[in-house]
């Protein structure tokens, strides 16, 4: 037999408005709250979500899209975002887009239709048109580690992907390397780092070579694929800087397979500070996203608009900051 909000009513001792209430996250008295939750933990009653959302209310659920759940700081995020919206009392339904614009659209469609509360959109996201259809409709909406598009008003939490960019090649090049590659995948954090190494180039008089920045398409087989054309042009370079640390495995990989021994034979960095930074060999230098911040911040700010609390948009720009291991040395 299904069990209705009448049955827990009745077994809470209270009002079904007050059990109403309960539900709607609305003041009630402590008591009774608790004897409301009792009953319906006691009567294992789950309210309806569909029902609620038909009614108008809200349905305690965040649609999550992010690019690629195979990419460890992505996996991450994906951990640190479904914690942090669980402690606020809020569901996470993850979607993978592969980096395609038609998956994003079809899975923002069928997350309204679901009708959930907002939107973090993770990483590459692509189609700008569907964000500006959410933000037309006042549908919540939050790019998580990701560059917002240009003239587009939207909340967004991301690191300072200009300035990691220029970190880790200035350091580099404090190391005494003037012939520096970068091994990056197609996302707009990725050009802002890109543009951050070029500025630290240009800074130290170093000339750039067009055929050392090379795109792929986020997997550590084309990175290593990549990696071993680079290394087999004229002038190879000293330094390769993967644009974020499942990259950097693949420059590590194709690198060996030219049997490089790291970092003597070349330096090798990433980009996020991932697990994988830190169990490969030799460990990596790369540079720290602070993830678990960055991400509680987009929850909350999230969370603000949804509830009604805040209706300014923000945008919180974290600073990144260089983490130096083994996979770097100085050349002369």
């Known amino acids: 037999m299904k069990i209705t909000i009448y049955d827990v009513a009745e077994k809470a001792g209270v009002s079904i408005s007050t059990v109403s209430k309960v539900l ?5 008295g402590k008591k009774s709250k608790e004897k409301v939750l009792s009953a319906m933990n006691e009567l294992k009653y789950k309210p309806s979500v569909l029902a609620s959302a038909l009614t108008g209310k809200r349905t305690s659920t965040i649609g999550f899209l992010l690019p690629d759940i195979a990419n460890p700081f992505i996996a991450e995020m994906a951990r640190q975002v479904e914690d942090r ?3 606020r009392g809020y569901n996470l339904v ?13 899975y923002v469609s069928l997350l309204r239709q679901k009708s959930v509360d907002g939107f973090i959109f993770a990483g590459g996201f692509k189609n700008r048109n569907v964000v500006m259809e959410l933000l037309k409709e006042n549908v919540p909406v939050i790019l998580l580690a990701a560059e917002p598009h240009p003239n587009l008003t939207v909340n967004t939490v991301t690191v300072d992907n200009f300035v990691g960019g220029y970190e880790i090649a200035n350091y580099l090049i404090s190391q005494g390397h003037k012939n ?8 707009t954090s990725s050009q802002e780092r890109i ?29 290593q694929k990549l990696t071993e054309a ?12 993967g644009a974020n640390d499942l990259l950097a495995i693949g420059i590590l990989i194709g690198a060996r397979e030219k049997n490089l021994v790291i970092p003597q034979d070349l330096s090798i960095t990433g980009f996020d500070n991932t697990l994988l930074s830190k169990c490969c060999d030799p460990t ?25 609390k805040h209706n300014t948009r923000q945008k919180i720009l974290v600073l990144p900051k ?6 770097t040395c100085e050349v002369y």
Not at 180 to 187: M, Y
Not at 230 to 241: G, K, Q, R, S, V
Not at 287 to 299: E, F, G, H, L, T
Not at 322 to 327: E, T
């Open 322 to 327: 260089l983490i130096i291991r083994n996979s």
């Open 230 to 241: 680079i290394l087999d042009t004229p002038n190879p370079p000293t330094a390769i800087i």
């Open 94 to 106: 993850i979607c993978s887009t592969d980096f395609r614009s038609e998956k994003e659209e079809h």
């Open 284 to 308: 990596l230098t790369t540079v720290d996203q602070p993830i678990q911040s960055m991400c509680s911040q987009a929850v909350d700010i999230l969370l603000a608009e949804i509830e009604g």
């Open 180 to 187: 520096i590659a970068v091994i990056a995948e197609d996302a």
């Open 24 to 28: 709607n996250n609305q003041q009630v």
């Open 195 to 223: 543009r951050g190494y070029k500025q630290a180039m240009q800074d130290h008089n170093l000339y750039v070579q067009d055929e050392h920045i090379m795109i792929c398409n986020s997997s550590v087989e084309h990175a």
């Open 85 to 87: 919206a669980h402690e």
